[in-house]
Every structure is written in C-alpha cells, then in structure tokens.
T-cell receptor, first 115, second 113 residues
Framework: AQTVTQSQPEMSVQEAETVTLSCTYD???????LFWYKQPPSRQMILVIR??????QNATENRFSVNFQKAAKSFSLKISDSQLGDAAMYFC????????????FGPGTRLSVLP | DAGVIQSPRHEVTEMGQEVTLRCKPI?????LFWYRQTMMRGLELLIY????????DSGMPEDRFSAKMPNASFSTLKIQPSEPRDSAVYFC???????????FGPGTRLTVT
C-alpha cells in the first residue's frame, strides 16, 4: 500500500524568509501524481502545487516550488518570501490511477509564520 | 465556477439522531470523494465514487455510515444513528479525469452531543 510521510509535525519561519517542508512516499508505481495542499484556519483545503512523476522538471507556482527526487521518493515544498497568509497546515498527497484513483494524504505539517 | 458545495456548513445533533450531509461536485467532474478529518486521525478517506458508482468504501467506519450518489451532481453521506465519536469535519471533494487533482468543498463541521 502507498504511504505518505511528513516528518515535521510543526515548523516556523520568519516573515520574508524561506522554508522547506519535507515529504516522502512509498510506492511501487512508476507513474503517479504528487500534490501539496494548504489548509488555513478557515479549514478550506487549497491546492498549492502539483507534480507529475514522469516530468523531471520541478513544478513551480509563484513563491512555491518543489524539489522532486523520484529515486529517493522525496517531494519537498519550498516557500520563498514567506507571508503571514502562508500560515496553515500543509498536506503532501499522492495519487495513482489503479482501477480508479488511489489518493493518499500525509499527516500534515503545521507552519507558523512569525512577523 | 462555484466550486464544490457542501451543506450544511455546521450541524449539531444529539446522539442517536440521523444526520445527512450533502455535496454538489463541480460540473463535469467524474469522481467524488468523502473524507473525515479529526485531530486524532487526520484526514481519512471514507468512500470514493467514479461516474456515480461506489468504487472503494473500505474507509466507511461501520454500518451506521452510508453514502449515495444518485446522479452526477449530488451525493449524500448519512450517519444513522449518530454517536459522539462521529464528531468531525466532513469534506467532499471532486476530481476530473484529466488531471487527478481533488477540489475540496468547505467542509461540514458535525458535532454530536
């Protein structure tokens, strides 16, 4: 079974600084999708960034970028120029098409942004 | 696009009562997911529909929980009878076949007293 691990339950970053959230996963598949979702205090789950495993180029979305290491099964999220609005729970997730979708979420990392 | 719509946003009920949560997925999405989120257990997948057909209900806790998707634009999650341990935030998410991204609704916070 696929699993997603986030080893940092909590992290903090100073406003305007850069922070990296870690994620590792376990799978025997070669083609799959990885995601980072953000859940602010409003509890709405918001997609931050998406990466297809067959693409070697790391995905970027404005201040958010990933470091995808397929061989190491690692998928970290880097937030540059951190803003107060970035404070939230961040979930790493994995999805593979295997007789339907097989979506697995990690336990989450709570990020605090310090003014 | 209105996004995934869930109702009610908050529900408070007494133990033993029936609770029905509702979800309207994004138009054109062919997959729908029900999740439960608690502090202790995190985000748990309860059931997943593809083209209105239940594909995986292995996450449904017990027979008190049931889910239906009578058409492509509506799904319900029912708990009967409800218990205090069912208190949680319940999310509905939908996904298109094109990019495998899940788009979440705002959630329903259920409190069973």
């Amino acid at each position: 079974a696929q699993t997603v691990t986030q080893s940092q339950p909590e992290m903090s970053v100073q406003e305007a600084e850069t922070v990296t959230l870690s994620c590792t996963y376990d799978t025997s598949e070669s083609d799959y999708y990885l995601f980072w979702y953000k859940q602010p205090p409003s509890r709405q789950m918001i997609l931050v960034i998406r990466q297809e495993a067959y693409k070697q180029q790391n995905a970027t979305e404005n201040r958010f970028s990933v470091n995808f290491q397929k061989a190491a099964k690692s998928f970290s999220l880097k937030i540059s120029d951190s803003q107060l609005g970035d404070a939230a729970m961040y979930f790493c997730a994995y999805n593979v098409m295997d007789y339907g979708q097989n979506f697995v979420f990690g336990p989450g990392t709570r990020l605090s942004v310090l003014p | 696009d209105a996004g995934v719509i869930q109702s009610p946003r908050h529900e408070v009920t007494e133990m033993g009562q029936e609770v029905t949560l509702r979800c309207k997925p994004i138009s054109g999405h062919n997959s729908l997911f029900w999740y439960r989120q608690t502090m202790m257990r995190g985000l748990e997948l309860l059931i997943y529909f593809n083209n209105n057909v239940p594909i995986d209900d292995s996450g449904m806790p017990e027979d008190r929980f049931s889910a239906k998707m009578p058409n492509a634009s509506f799904s319900t999650l029912k708990i009967q009878p409800s218990e205090p341990r069912d208190s949680a935030v319940y999310f509905c998410a939908s996904s298109p076949a094109t990019n495998f991204v899940q788009y979440f609704g705002p959630g329903t916070r259920l409190t069973v007293t």
